[in-house]
């Protein structure tokens, strides 16, 4: 290492260790914590879904629990409804409206008065089914408990302003506690004894009376509780108020029996499993043992074994065994077993499918010598990538890290891995033995442990064992089977694309990027990277596309496509009759024949085939130019920008077929008139100078964002899913050409050299010099500094055209410019 990477690699050690941390106070982006995770089993196969918040990815398949009340609270609503016990019996929503929405005042007044006072129904209960079914029966009692509930909320919400909490009202939540004792006692139904018992001890646990806590809930609740009254004992409200119990023994001193009460929550109430899982903490061995000593059957002690298992995501097979062994028939078992496989592609396959490669650049490497003039011309942004390259660079040298042991990162890498075999055996021992619930379930997870071990005659083994009676199973072993074909046979055939066209289609589709965190996009992405190491860059594109790895498949377009990779990709859109697979990847799809016309015109008008742009551009309709597009960036529009072909004093608006238009006619006019050719040489110079040839507008084409904002944050080369090490490094270099030319103006600087060339008009030849220097001084992108020290247009206008009345009128305008 040279000194001078030793003083790079001291800095930023510096920075790192040294400095003090600095909050960010800013509005900021954060990305998702599973961005990358991949994962190919999914655990929605279990039947019952209530046992989502035990999935490693919980929040993926629960997006919509704060989506609107009758969501967040469907338990709660539901149990109203069948409480209600009415042939007709109303609506979620109008119930959400009459628990949620209506304020105790108006409850008080206009729903329980007129029952009360025997006064004809108002307005509110006329357009509300509940209240008008309250009415008809003089249901006061449920009234008057859901006017005290309204009462009692304020008292019992989680205040999150801390600097102004002013504490909450003990006096008033006494006296509320009073009250509601005395309707406890008086309302005869036991299920509103039930939600008066609910509200009590919720008071008295926010009031911090935690011993008050346990004793309202033994003198209320317990009562409550007989053999005979299912409603009661599976109502969603008990478990709410056992789970409020566990916290006021956990705040008592008695952690053992609080965690088990916890655990009976989960066990028994699937709303409020999210509640035990969170407030569960089997802390050290001795109380875990006092913890397994509440337990009265083998389902109490598999609850305890699931919650410890979820205190932390290490990997420990332990747990799962001893839940099969306890309730090897359960559901519990089966979520258990997805939950430890899920957790094996979350730490394990993960970071082989994708880290990052590591693109070595000329910047990085410590043999090279940068240019430091070619660094100012490319501006601010690769000063900044070149400083921390080069930072980079040197803690590589430092560790002695290599890239080729990045190469071979593939599933193979897990074939010896110790907990996937020891995890396929309980696999397999479980589907044989018979005592599971669902055999089907656990050979198709020993057949997905063998894909990851690369030991695909025992994942086809395992396969031939399921016996489809589970759709839903049948469908991941369908999938399983596939991706096992595939990286077998290291590509892609016409009838693995069959296979994956039917594993795939009834699977959950992302809606936008950075909600691609399931299956259908993670096998998606990887059958891109097949696509791409076997050269089919045109279904690698459309199914980046259809995982919505948006930024990945825009960087494929703009950076990497040829064009006969584009032609490819349009004849695949006009052939008729199309595969199951190409109508997966087509259906809704953006990628439309004038889509593709519009990316392959635009990488034309970057090689200057204005000709050949045109003809692209003419095959697309009118109306795609008007259409929005989802990719914007900020919801700017992008489609029409300034030309100023007249002179900078006009300012015209075209799209990209207007602008290659406009400069087909002129570059054919000059050709037919050379005489007069400085004329048009200089409106196509005045037509660049505002367009880096082909208009200036933030985007390379419909939908896509220019390398410079990064991809929605989300692109660099080397990135997953673009992190294959050749591709990576070809994507890279394809990207800093096109960074090297954006927004130069240089198209602008060579059409002003023409008419300084071709014209016999001083005048004309001086204010295009004078242009040709303001091009090269103020580069239409921020990618680029302006360049200063070529004075070769300066020199020009003050040797030869110092007499033109334009050069008078500059250096009054402007002094420098006589000076070089």
């Known amino acids: 290492m040279t000194f001078k990477h030793l003083l790079y690699t001291i800095f930023f050690l510096i920075n790192l260790f040294a400095l003090k941390n600095q909050e960010l106070t800013a509005c900021a982006y954060i990305p998702e914590p599973n961005r990358n995770s991949i994962t190919f089993f999914n655990p929605d196969i279990v039947t019952d879904t209530t046992y989502r918040a035990c999935y490693v990815d919980a929040g993926y398949y629960m997006p919509d629990e704060y989506a609107s009340s009758e969501m967040r609270y469907r338990y709660n609503l539901l149990e109203w409804q069948q409480y209600f016990n009415s042939t007709k019996p109303p609506g979620l929503q109008q ?31 006329e357009s509300n089914a509940l209240l008008r079914l309250l009415y008809n029966r003089k249901d006061a009692e449920t009234l008057t408990y859901l006017i005290y509930a309204k009462q009692c909320e304020p008292f019992v919400q989680h205040i999150w302003d801390y600097w102004d909490d002013p504490g909450r009202d003990t006096l008033k939540m006494q006296r509320l506690i009073e009250e509601g004792v005395r309707h406890y006692a008086a309302v005869k139904p036991a ?121 932390d995501n290490a990997l420990d097979i332990a747990p799962l065994e001893q839940i099969y062994a306890l309730a090897p028939e359960s559901t519990l078992a089966e979520v258990m077993l997805i939950r430890e496989i899920n957790k094996t592609e979350r730490f394990l396959l993960t970071p082989f499918l994708t880290d990052t490669i590591v693109v070595e650049t000329n910047a990085a490497k410590p043999d090279v010598e940068v240019n430091q003039k070619n660094i100012k011309e490319k501006g601010i942004w690769h000063k900044i990538k070149s400083f921390f390259a080069k930072i980079w660079n040197s803690i590589k040298k430092l560790f002695n890290w290599s890239e080729a042991k990045k190469e071979n990162r593939t599933v193979g890498g897990l074939s010896n891995h110790l907990y996937i075999e020891n995890l396929k055996i309980i696999s397999e021992k479980a589907a044989a033995g018979k005592k599971v619930r669902n055999a089907d379930l656990w050979y198709t997870a020993a057949a997905y442990l063998a894909y990851l071990q690369q030991n695909y005659r025992q ?64 096998v998606l992405a990887r059958l ?14 459309l199914c980046l596309d259809k995982a919505m790895e948006t930024s990945a ?10 064009e006969k990779d ?54 697309i309709p009118n109306d795609y130019w008007l259409k929005d ?116 103006r240089k198209v602008a600087i060579a059409y002003y050299q023409k008419v300084i060339e071709t014209t016999k008009d001083p005048e004309l030849a001086a204010s295009s010099a004078y242009m040709a220097l303001l091009a090269q001084q103020e580069p239409l992108s921020s990618l680029h500094e302006g360049n ?28 420098g410019i006589g000076e070089y």
Not at 528 to 541: D, I, S
Request: hydrophobic share 40%; with cysteine.
């Open 95 to 125: 119930v959400a409206e009459v628990i949620y929405d209506i304020s105790a005042e108006a409850l008080q007044k206009d729903a329980l008065n007129p029952i009360l006072q025997g006064s004809k129904p108002g307005k509110l209960i």
């Open 191 to 311: 299920y509103l004894k039930l939600r008066y018992a609910f509200q009590i001890v919720r008071l008295a646990h926010y009031s911090e009376k935690y011993s008050d806590c346990t004793l309202y809930y033994d003198r209320l609740v317990t009562p409550l509780l007989q053999p005979d009254n299912s409603f009661i004992n599976k109502s969603v409200v008990l478990g709410w108020t056992m789970a409020l119990k566990a916290g006021a023994l956990l705040r008592t001193n008695k952690p053992a029996e609080a965690m088990y009460l916890f655990s009976a929550v989960f066990n028994n109430f699937a709303d409020s499993r999210k509640i035990a899982i969170q407030n569960f903490n089997y802390g050290n061995e001795t109380l875990w043992q006092q913890m397994l000593q509440f337990t009265k059957t083998p389902a109490e002690k598999a609850a305890l074994w699931a919650l410890r298992s979820m205190q």
């Open 459 to 522: 994942c086809y083994g395992f396969l031939n064992h399921v016996s489809g009676a589970d759709k839903k199973v049948q469908a991941q072993a369908n999938l399983i089977y596939a991706l096992a074909r595939v990286d077998e046979a290291g590509t892609l055939t016409a009838e693995t694309e069959g296979l994956f066209a039917e594993a795939l289609k009834n699977l959950p589709r992302p809606q936008y990027e950075y909600n691609n965190y399931g299956i259908f996009s993670r």
């Open 528 to 541: 891109a990277q097949n696509y791409l190491k076997n050269g089919n860059v045109p279904r690698a594109f």
């Open 553 to 562: 498949a825009n960087a494929l377009l703009d950076f990497y496509a040829s």
């Open 566 to 619: 584009l032609n490819e990709l349009q004849n695949l859109l006009n052939t008729p009759r199309k595969t199951g697979f190409d109508t997966l990847l087509l259906n809704n799809s953006r990628c439309t024949p004038a889509f593709v016309a519009d990316v392959l015109g635009t990488k034309l008008m970057r090689k200057l085939q204005y000709a050949e742009a045109l003809q692209e551009f003419e095959k």
């Open 629 to 744: 597009s989802l990719h914007y960036f900020a919801n700017a529009n992008y489609i029409y920008f300034t030309c100023n072909f007249n002179g900078l004093g006009v300012s015209d608006s075209c799209n990209k077929t207007g602008f290659a238009r406009k400069v087909v006619e002129l570059q054919e006019a000059a050709k037919q008139n050379p005489q007069t050719a400085d004329v048009y040489y200089r409106q196509l110079a005045d037509g660049f100078f505002a367009t880096p040839y082909w208009g200036y507008n933030g985007a390379l084409w419909h939908g896509s964002l220019v390398a410079s904002l990064n991809y929605y944050y989300d692109y660099m080369p080397g990135a997953y899913p673009l992190n294959l090490p050749k591709f990576a490094k070809n994507l890279y270099e394809a990207q800093q050409l096109f960074l090297e030319e954006y927004g130069t």
């Open 788 to 815: 200063y020290k070529d004075r070769k247009f300066q020199k020009l206008l003050k040797e030869k055209y110092s007499g033109t009345d334009f050069y008078h009128a500059m250096v009054q305008t402007c002094p």
